[in-house]
T-cell receptor, first 112, second 112 residues
Framework: DGGITQSPKYLFRKEGQNVTLSCEQNLNHDAMYWYRQDPGQGLRLIYY???????QKGDIAEGYSVSREKKESFPLTVTSAQKNPTAFYLC???????????FGPGTRLLVL | KQEVTQIPAALSVPEGENLVLNCSFT??????LQWFRQDPGKGLTSLLL?????REQTSGRLNASLDKSSGRSTLYIAASQPGDSATYLCAVRLLYDYKLSFGAGTTVTVRA
């Protein structure tokens, strides 16, 4: 069963803490993306990666970091520098032809 | 920078009525346009993808049109059902770019 998995479904962050959101895909897609969704707003791109060991900043990269050591995995770290991290985070991927974008189920991050 | 607008933000219709959802974009140099569906607290599901060379795309009760010159796309959903209640988002990819620009979405409620 091909698809994208994200974990955890809910994540709680304490003040000054770094947290990491997991994203795994078994679609054999080259490109992977991280988006942030806030109520009433469209998705905003945080980071994207076209190939392993390479990634680029999106529109709102400050306070976030990523790695792409394996084709299947693209974890996102929300650092303590991100002052307003409460949001719904979505991971996505596309195939070589950069056509349809497939999304994971999302992780909701809340601040304690 | 590509701006994508979806109006109205919310729509409520009785069951059986046809739905018309609008998406406008500012830069007509697009590669493709996608329509997505999002249920509350879930990830996005791709509904239709229209290439820049196409005028429309159909899947079952769904039909999406594209007019690049006027910067508009319309999603038609025929004979709406309560199960069609969701938020519908459009996203545009520009030529020579890997990123999608998203609208804020239209939240549809179909009343039984």
């Amino acid at each position: 069963d091909g698809g994208i998995t994200q974990s955890p479904k809910y994540l709680f962050r304490k003040e000054g803490q770094n947290v990491t959101l997991s994203c795994e895909q078994n679609l054999n897609h080259d490109a992977m993306y991280w988006y942030r969704q806030d109520p009433g707003q469209g998705l905003r791109l945080i980071y994207y990666s076209q190939i392993v060991n390479d990634f680029q900043k999106g529109d709102i990269a400050e306070g976030y970091s990523v790695s792409r050591e394996k084709k299947e995995s693209f974890p996102l770290t929300v650092t303590s520098a991100q002052k307003n991290p409460t949001a719904f985070y979505l991971c996505a991927s596309t195939g070589r032809e950069q056509e349809t974008q497939y999304f994971g189920p999302g992780t909701r991050l809340l601040v304690l | 920078k590509q701006e994508v607008t979806q109006i109205p933000a919310a729509l409520s219709v009785p069951e059986g009525e046809n739905l018309v959802l609008n998406c406008s974009f500012t830069d007509s140099a697009i590669y493709n346009l996608q329509w997505f569906r999002q249920d509350p607290g879930k990830g996005l599901t791709s509904l239709l993808l229209i290439q820049s060379s196409q005028r429309e795309q159909t899947s079952g009760r769904l039909n999406a049109s594209l007019d690049k010159s006027s910067g508009r796309s319309t999603l038609y959903i025929a004979a709406s059902q309560p199960g069609d209640s969701a938020t519908y988002l459009c996203a545009v990819r520009l030529l020579y770019d890997y990123k999608l620009s998203f609208g804020a979405g239209t939240t549809v409620t179909v009343r039984a």
